[in-house]
C-alpha cells in the first residue's frame, strides 16, 4: 500500500515512462528541457527546484542536484549543503507567497520499498494549510487543487529570484 508513506509517489509511475529520456532518467531529461514547460523555477550549475506536476498539496516543489545520484552517500559535502541551503530558500519562497501554516520535507531513498518511483535523489518540499490535515491518508489520489499549477508556477515564478 503507497498510502503508507508521507512521500508517495506512485502517481510518478507514468510520466516516468513518457518522459524518460535517453538517459533513462525522467529527472535528467526534464532538467535539459524548456524550464517553463517543465515548471522549473531554479537552475544553475549544481542543483534544480520544479514543481511537481503531482502535487499532494499547493506548491509542492522538489529540489535535486543535476548529477545523477542515487543516494545521500554519494553526494558531496558541498551538494548536500547547497541542497539544504535550496530547501531552505523554497521555504522561504512558498512562506512567501502561500503562507502556509507549516511544511513537510522528505527524501524517499531506496526505490519501491521507500516509496521513490524515481531513482534520481530529490527532496520534497510540500506546503501545508490548516484544514489540509489527513488528506494524504484519505483523498490523496482525488485531491482538488484550489489553484492550478500554472498559476502557483507563475506566482512562484514572480518571485523566484529568491532562489538565486
Ligand atoms: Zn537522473
Avoid at 9 to 33: D, T
Avoid at 48 to 60: A, E, R, S
Avoid at 66 to 83: G, I
Avoid at 93 to 104: E, Q, T
Wanted: contains cysteine; aromatic residues 8%; glycine residues 8%.
Amino acid at each position: 500500500m503507497h498510502k503508507k508513506y508521507l512521500f508517495s509517489e506512485s502517481r510518478m509511475a507514468w510520466i516516468n515512462n513518457k518522459y524518460r529520456g535517453a538517459s533513462g532518467c525522467v529527472f535528467c531529461s526534464l532538467a535539459k528541457g524548456d524550464m517553463d514547460e517543465n515548471k522549473i523555477l531554479h537552475r544553475d550549475k549544481e542543483l534544480l527546484v520544479l514543481m511537481n506536476i503531482f502535487p499532494y498539496n499547493t506548491g509542492h516543489l522538489q529540489v535535486l542536484p543535476l548529477r545523477h545520484v542515487k543516494t545521500f552517500e554519494e553526494l558531496t559535502d558541498k551538494e548536500v549543503a547547497s541542497l539544504f541551503v535550496m530547501v531552505k530558500k523554497c521555504v522561504r519562497l512558498l512562506s512567501k507567497v502561500l503562507k502556509p501554516d507549516g511544511f513537510n520535507i522528505g527524501v524517499n531513498i531506496g526505490g519501491d520499498v521507500a516509496g521513490a518511483s524515481i531513482s534520481h535523489l530529490h527532496i520534497h518540499i510540500v506546503p501545508r494549510f490548516r484544514g489540509d490535515i489527513g488528506f494524504m491518508e484519505s483523498v490523496a489520489d482525488t485531491k482538488v487543487v484550489p489553484q492550478t499549477l500554472e498559476q502557483i508556477f507563475r506566482k512562484l515564478k514572480k518571485e523566484a529570484g529568491m532562489l538565486k
